[in-house]
Nanobody, 124 residues
Framework: QVQLVESGGGLVQPGDSLRLSCAAS????????MGWFRQAPGKEREFIAA????????PYADFVKGRFTISRDNAKNTVYLQMNDLVPDDTAVYYC?????????????????WGQGTQVTVSS
């Protein structure tokens, strides 16, 4: 398995931007897809975006609507989630995850390693 540590969360105002980072360690190969999920209070964890190990495939959830961008730097073993034009409904704990393989990237069962999460709060 791979160890994942998220960072970059915080309290921001509506319309602001944040960039989340996810540092990976423990698995020597970077040949795995990565994903971002989030869980708001009282709701189930939901898929946000994923990225293949070469960065060619990047599926997004519909609610992203072009506001979020996932990227990765395999040399740094880090995946990023750039979030723009944040709204209060984006308030959640954000998790990164390492995929088991190239399939089921929109589903939690497609991942076998998870970070502890980073809190994002959007409030005026």
């Amino acid at each position: 398995q791979v160890q994942l540590v998220e960072s970059g969360g915080g309290l921001v105002q509506p319309g602001d931007s944040l960039r989340l980072s996810c540092a990976a360690s423990g698995r020597t190969s970077s040949n795995y897809a990565m994903g971002w999920f989030r869980q708001a209070p009282g709701k189930e964890r939901e898929f946000i975006a994923a990225i293949s190990w070469r960065g060619v495939t990047t599926p997004y959830a519909d609610f992203v609507k072009g506001r979020f961008t996932i990227s990765r730097d395999n040399a740094k073993n880090t995946v990023y989630l750039q979030m723009n034009d944040l709204v209060p409904d984006d308030t959640a704990v954000y998790y990164c995850a390492a995929a088991k393989g190239p399939a089921a990237l929109r589903k939690e069962y497609g991942y076998d390693s998870w970070g502890q999460g980073t809190q994002v709060t959007v409030s005026s």
